[in-house]
């Protein structure tokens, strides 16, 4: 019961902007929409959140659409390092609530 | 943000034994967490939710028998595989909440030969 549907995979030149959808269509009043990242081998990495304004941290920026049934993850300035899993994950704000993980988008970040 | 440690991060046990990986919250408190598999090349898939001071909630299709679950304290959750088999070899990883987001941790391989 993941509720997102991402593509399965894109790629992004070195130092270009890598612009991520997600589309959370079904999206509940009080469910946030959370990014993580996995790569290889390695535990999912957080990477941001939000409600329904767009969100900016030093990792990447989060811009949801005014009626919240999608989001765009934004890395400014993708590295090499930033080739990994990505998914996108709606979750209400009660901290008990688990993560239901889908199938997330695979980025290749191309040199 | 906040640290979640797993141990071992790597496990070889042979087929009819248990193993148990330990997952620790370093800097919070945490009293629910949760345990995922995931098998090469699939997403992560939630086993069960860790409660501290009462027993698992398992998902469906989980074996509860198999995947023995103890939150001994606010910072410690196990899991241990018993009887294991083959088919049991795969990464596993826990997580658990600390102020409005989770955190995982860096996973648990285990082989079962």
């Known amino acids: 019961d993941a509720k997102t549907t991402q593509p399965p995979s894109m790629d992004c030149a070195e130092g270009r902007a890598a612009n991520l959808p997600c589309n959370h269509s079904?999206?509940?009043?009080?469910?946030?929409v959370y990014w993580y990242r996995q790569i290889h081998s390695q535990g999912p990495q957080y990477i941001i959140h939000?409600?329904?304004n767009n969100e900016t941290n030093e990792m990447a920026s989060l811009i949801i659409t005014e009626d919240r049934k999608s989001s765009t993850l934004i890395l400014p300035h993708a590295t090499l390092r930033d080739t990994a899993v990505y998914y996108c994950i709606v979750r209400p704000s009660n901290t008990g609530n688990q993560f239901y993980f889908g199938t997330g988008t695979s980025l290749t970040v191309i040199p | 943000g906040a640290v979640v440690s797993q141990h071992p991060s790597r496990v070889i046990c042979k087929s009819g034994t248990s193993v148990k990986i330990e997952c620790r919250s370093l800097d919070f408190q945490a009293t629910t967490m949760f345990w995922y598999r995931q098998f090469p090349k699939q997403s992560l898939m939630l086993m069960a939710t860790s409660n501290e001071g009462s027993k698992a909630t398992y998902e469906q299709g989980v074996e509860k028998d198999k995947f023995l679950i103890n939150h001994a304290s606010l910072t410690l959750s196990t899991l241990t595989v018993t009887s294991a088999h083959p088919e049991d070899s795969s990464f596993y990883i826990c997580?658990?909440?600390?102020?409005?987001?989770?955190?995982f941790g860096e996973g648990s391989w285990l082989t079962v030969v």
């Open positions: 997580s658990a909440p600390s102020r409005n987001t989770i955190y």
């Open positions: 939000g409600l329904k």
């Open positions: 079904t999206i509940s009043g009080n469910e946030y």
